[in-house]
């Protein structure tokens, strides 16, 4: 079992950056793979940045490839996504997701727990 609870969001001007982090709870948390995920109203739940659950490998959607990073410390049990660059299109509700995804991370059904999100806006 893992709870996530998101924090970091905010209102930002465009060309600004935010660091997003996600506190978990739950003594396997460091067997777990994460992952950031996005979402707008009436939209799908758009895939961000995935980490492996030691931290080796990463992935990121094509969206934000190059501008957010996402980082891990699983001796604090800290997941975190540093997004620079921000745009007017990067709002959204923005999801902290765990869980042990097999084949493409940036599938949704590959987490077993959310977050509740936390809504990142940038103005233009």
């Known amino acids: 079992q893992a709870q996530l609870v998101e924090t970091g969001g905010g209102l930002v001007q465009a060309g600004g950056s935010l660091k997003l982090s996600c506190a978990a709870s739950g003594r396997t948390f460091g067997t777990y793979a994460m992952a950031w995920f996005r979402q707008t109203p009436g939209k799908d739940r758009e895939f961000v940045a995935y980490?492996?659950?030691?931290?080796?490998?990463?992935a990121y959607g094509d969206s934000v490839k190059g501008r957010f990073t996402i980082s891990r410390d699983n001796a604090k049990k800290m997941v975190y996504l540093q997004a620079n660059s921000l745009k007017p299109e990067d709002t959204a509700v923005y999801y902290c997701?765990?869980?042990?995804?097999?084949?493409?991370?940036?599938?949704?059904?590959?987490?077993?727990?959310w977050g509740q999100g936390t809504q990142v806006t940038v103005s233009s």
């Open positions: 980490i492996s659950w030691n931290g080796l490998s990463t």
């Open positions: 997701a765990a869980g042990r995804p097999a084949g493409i991370p940036g599938v949704v059904s590959g987490y077993d727990f």
